[in-house]
């Protein structure tokens, strides 16, 4: 099964191998085809206006995953709500035409762990979330409540615990789970 995954550094980000952390884990869950296309730092508008490079001039894949709004809700250079559903609205109804939408899977931002973490905060990732499965179930889309699979963990917050432990990158144990929380979801929307 081949899949492109694209989105921030959530998705971009190395932690102990010379490939991003969430290829190396979903590899070591099933033999996937893996383009991960993922920029650090990308919000919903830079992922709106690089959807032709990051998604439509890459292989065509069994299933597109995308993360975003992790940069959007960012207090310091924060999107607004609306315009952020405007962006998703514009990446949902741009990529409908290469990847139908039993093809996609959108993911919301992670929890972050507030007591590091001085730029974003929970309350904020839940409102930019909802904008998120709103845009899914309008679109028909799968998504992914990555926040409140990590909130209601047993290794939250260590999840956290990893080189950068700044509270919103996480370590290998969220890797881990986000890796089969998407092998999840792939099993149940192609059976």
Avoid at 83 to 91: A, D, T
Avoid at 131 to 143: G, N, P
């Amino acid at each position: 099964m081949k899949l492109l995954l694209t989105g921030d550094s959530i998705i971009a980000r190395s932690e102990n191998h010379s490939i991003p952390e969430i290829n190396f884990q979903l590899q070591k869950l099933n033999p996937y085809q893996i383009y991960n296309t993922a920029i650090s730092g990308i919000n919903s508008g830079g992922l709106a206006l690089s959807l032709p490079n990051l998604v439509f001039n890459q292989p065509k894949c069994d299933y597109l995953i995308i993360l975003v709004g992790t940069n959007d809700l960012a207090v310091h250079k924060q999107v607004p709500l609306q315009q952020f559903e405007k962006n998703l609205e514009l990446i949902a109804s741009s990529i409908i035409w290469r990847y139908y939408p039993g093809k996609v899977i959108l993911i919301t931002p992670p929890a972050v762990d507030e007591n590091k973490q001085k730029v974003r905060n929970n309350l904020l990732v839940h409102e930019y979330s909802n904008i998120i499965k709103r845009v899914a179930t309008e679109y028909k889309f799968s998504f992914i409540d990555l926040a409140s699979k990590m909130q209601t963990s047993k290794n939250f917050p260590e999840i956290f615990n990893g080189k950068k432990n700044d509270g919103l990158h996480f370590g290998v144990k969220g890797y881990e789970l986000l890796a089969k929380l998407i092998v999840q979801k792939l099993n149940q929307i192609s059976n």
